[in-house]
């Protein structure tokens, strides 16, 4: 039995469409962006002055790890990073959603903005569009790759 290489255009087996091509690579390059943000702003209000906000600042600091596990499967590619990922920006838009939703109903629970609050008002709303731009990358991605 022979075992051929993959012609040039298409992924191995079990691999499926890499996911940093096009409008991925600006994807990685922001949500890159963003945990760099998340991550750096959690890690100066934790170490400071955590006992002002913790949940904000904690939330802040789950929102970095969010980004930095898309971004990870982003890179990664294939059919399991991609459904990752996928699952991963549901996750976060809910969590946009919800928090900005909360900041604005009860501003008292968050004397501190976190990455989140008022829809991501703080980061040009990024976080908010973000994820629904990156969710029907993926999903245009899972259509387009190689069966």
Request: glycine share 10%; charged share 15%; proline share 6%.
């Amino acid at each position: 039995m022979t075992v051929t290489e993959p012609e040039e255009n298409e992924a191995p087996a079990g691999r499926g469409q890499k996911l940093i091509t096009g409008p991925g690579i600006l994807l990685v390059w922001l949500y890159g962006v963003m945990v760099v943000g998340a991550v750096s702003r959690s890690a100066v209000q934790i170490s400071t002055d955590f006992g002002k906000a913790p949940l904000a600042y904690s939330l802040s600091a789950l929102a970095g790890l969010v980004y930095g596990f898309i971004t990870y499967s982003l890179v990664r590619g294939g059919d399991t990073a991609r459904r990752a990922a996928l699952a991963c920006c549901a996750a976060e838009l809910v969590g946009v959603l919800g928090v900005g939703a909360w900041t604005l109903a009860e501003p008292s629970a968050f004397p501190d903005a976190t990455v989140w609050s008022d829809f991501g008002m703080g980061y040009l709303f990024i976080p908010v569009i973000l994820p629904v731009t990156a969710i029907f990358w993926l999903r245009r991605a899972r259509r387009t790759a190689p069966r």
